[in-house]
């Protein structure tokens, strides 16, 4: 007697390439990975494996095949590639800088030489094929609109953000959170749209929160 080949959960349906039968799939249970593993074998008899195959994106559905060989296991289903987030890929700041177009590079400049004004010893690295600013962890970030995420931009010209923008008192509501948890951010679109005093203000804010944190994790970590 062949089990069902087609089995549903909440999120997708589970499909067999071909009818199994029960004594190749006792189902007892599945395993239900991350998108970041493309298959795991879940079941072996006689030289036959059973694995998980999970969807990519939500463009294809999870599937279950049996196959003969357990070198095929190791092997990504073509179905299943690793959906790029961006077409860049910056080595260097500079890269970075050279790539954005004109209009949004005065404004980068700008926020660079605020950030660096506000807290001279930072240390600026990229991420997301943007630049961050950190001491103990990341405080802020500066990201173009040129530089997409996931093939669109939401919006115009250059964002500011705050890594740990829940964290800051805006007394005056200058940032936006969006649909943000932690994050908060102000667009530009000009360089005369910056409050200098403002943004150096609460640079200063994220920056003793960043110190803060690291202070209260190495407490923790001491037992202090």
């Known amino acids: 007697m062949c089990m069902h080949t087609s089995l549903c959960s909440s999120n997708f ?14 189902v007892q249970r599945l395993l239900i990975l991350s ?20 969807p990519d994106h939500g463009r294809h559905k999870a599937g279950i095949s049996v196959i003969q060989s357990k070198k095929d ?18 080595k260097s700041v500079e890269e970075f800088l050279a790539f954005i177009p004109v209009n949004e590079l005065s404004l980068v400049t700008k926020l660079r030489e605020i950030i660096f004004q506000a807290i001279p ?29 996931g093939g669109k931009s939401q919006y115009e010209g250059v964002r500011f953000g705050f890594t740990k923008g829940f964290l800051l008192k805006d007394e005056n509501g ?4 969006g649909n943000r948890k932690e994050v908060s951010y102000k667009d530009f679109t000009h ?11 609460l640079i200063l804010r994220a920056a003793d ?13 001491y037992h202090f």
Not at 191 to 201: A, C, G, K, P, Y
């Open 13 to 26: 349906t589970i499909r067999a390439d071909r009818p199994l039968s029960t004594t190749d799939l006792p």
């Open 35 to 54: 998108e970041k593993t493309f298959c795991w074998p879940l079941y072996r008899k006689s030289n036959v494996y059973l694995y998980l195959l999970y």
């Open 73 to 90: 296991i190791m092997q990504p289903s073509p179905l299943l590639k690793k959906r790029k987030m961006q077409d860049v890929s910056f």
């Open 121 to 149: 010893d930072c240390h600026e690295k990229l991420a997301y094929n943007v630049p961050y600013y950190k001491r103990h962890a990341n405080i802020c970030f500066i990201w173009p609109a040129s530089i997409l995420w």
């Open 174 to 177: 200058y940032l936006d959170k």
């Open 191 to 201: 360089v005369d749209e910056i409050d200098e005093t403002v943004l150096i203000s």
């Open 209 to 221: 929160v960043d110190v803060d944190r690291y202070l209260s994790k190495k407490m923790t970590r």
